[in-house]
């Protein structure tokens, strides 16, 4: 039986890849969580400005607006400036997670990763 969700019930998934959208709408969707998809940064803006989302869960190598470009622009907008952006990619480098967490990133989880670490990493954001 899924544990119940806590706090934040609406998240952003951002990523290229139709595989990793739909393997985490299952997973978030299978504990409770609201989710929403978008296939690249330009869709993922439009779409947080249309409605909020808690969190948004971005992927950090896309064609045309990586995920570090996409928190920046998020970023840029005052009412924007406190929304929670997760990593969740290949990438370990501890330069880029700490360019991640200099530019404001809450999260980092790198792929390949249980879902249960996924769910878990949510639950520490205070949101």
């Known amino acids: 039986m899924p544990q119940k969700v806590r706090g934040a019930t609406r998240i952003l998934v951002v990523d290229d890849s139709p595989v990793i959208r739909l393997l985490l709408d299952d997973v ?49 907008q005052p009412c924007f400036a406190d929304l929670p952006v997760v990593i969740i990619t290949s990438e370990e480098a501890e330069a880029k997670q700490a360019r991640g967490r200099a530019e404001g990133v809450a999260g980092w989880i790198v792929k390949p990763f249980e879902p249960a670490e996924l769910i878990e990493a949510l639950w520490d954001l205070e949101v």
């Open 28 to 76: 978030l969707s299978a504990v409770g969580y609201e989710v929403r998809v978008a296939e690249d940064g330009a869709s993922a803006l439009e779409m947080i400005a249309a409605r909020r989302p808690d969190i948004v869960l971005s992927d950090l190598n896309m064609p045309g607006m990586d995920g570090f470009a996409l928190v920046a622009a998020i970023r840029a």
